[in-house]
């Protein structure tokens, strides 16, 4: 396994940590929680649903 794959699997890990201990939320305070940008929490939220590791419950309209 490369460092890569460490930090890959270590981002992965605290996202679904995250999700666990704090419930669905928004892909923006996602980031916010993570320290990244809503698109970059969009982005590995949509990462994790094709690996199996979560899902998507809820979608709403543009506020």
């Known amino acids: 396994m490369t460092d890569h794959d460490d930090w890959w699997g270590a ?3 605290e996202t679904v940590r ?4 704090h419930g669905p939320m928004s ?3 996602l980031g ?3 320290g990244m940008s809503e698109e ?3 982005s590995l939220v949509s990462h994790l649903v094709r ?5 998507i419950c809820l979608v709403a309209t543009a506020a």
């Open 11 to 13: 981002v992965d890990a």
């Open 18 to 21: 995250c999700l666990s201990e």
């Open 27 to 29: 892909p923006d305070e």
């Open 32 to 34: 916010k929680r993570l």
């Open 40 to 42: 970059a929490a969009a």
């Open 51 to 55: 690996e199996g590791k979560v899902r």
